[in-house]
């Protein structure tokens, strides 16, 4: 499993891209305004190399992490500047926010967007590759994106194994709010997920 063949590549990304449209429009109803959501990014990449595409390690950041379970484990983390976060939460819960601080009703309002954008993404590639995938309870934090990373990949296998890696940035349409998530699955999970669209290709 040294890289992705092209075909192989087009298929997961055009069954993200309809996640991340539903996604989409399922943020854009939920907050009453449209949300552009780009074309993910498909990454066949060594563990080691996750940090380096997510920026700047010692930038703080607030995520959103949900466990994907069933067929093909992984995880869906979502991430946010903590400006981004709080700019969303406002919106979410209808409140201003003078502090600065996330409160549990923020947190619950974003532990929702994850839950949207995770389950869009998830029923679209359940749907097409058969797989029964189901998502954990969100959980959510605010800490150095290093912290983050390193106890996620900590999970993911050895460095020198090859992991899937879906990147997808999204932002509202004034681009006061932008937020990126990820899907990433483990390496016998990324087997399992290419050796089912080979399935679909013959």
Known sequence: MNELAEIEKDILTEIATIGSGNASMALSKMLDKKFEVKVPVLQLIPVEKISEMMGDSEQLTTVVLI??????????????????????????????????????????????????????????????????????????????LSAIINTTIAQLGESADKVLVLETVFKDETSTVEGKYYLLFDPKSTFAILEAVKKKIS
Request: hydrophobic share 45%.
């Open 67 to 144: 466990k994907i379970i069933g067929d093909v484990p992984g995880t869906m983390m979502l991430l946010f500047n903590p400006e981004n976060a709080i700019k969303l939460a406002e919106q979410l819960t209808k409140r201003e926010k003078n502090d600065g601080i996330l409160d549990e009703v923020d947190r619950s309002a974003l532990k929702e967007v994850g839950n949207i954008l995770s389950g869009s993404a998830l029923n679209a590639l359940a749907d097409f590759l058969d797989f029964t995938l189901v998502q954990s309870i969100p959980d959510t934090a605010t800490d150095m």
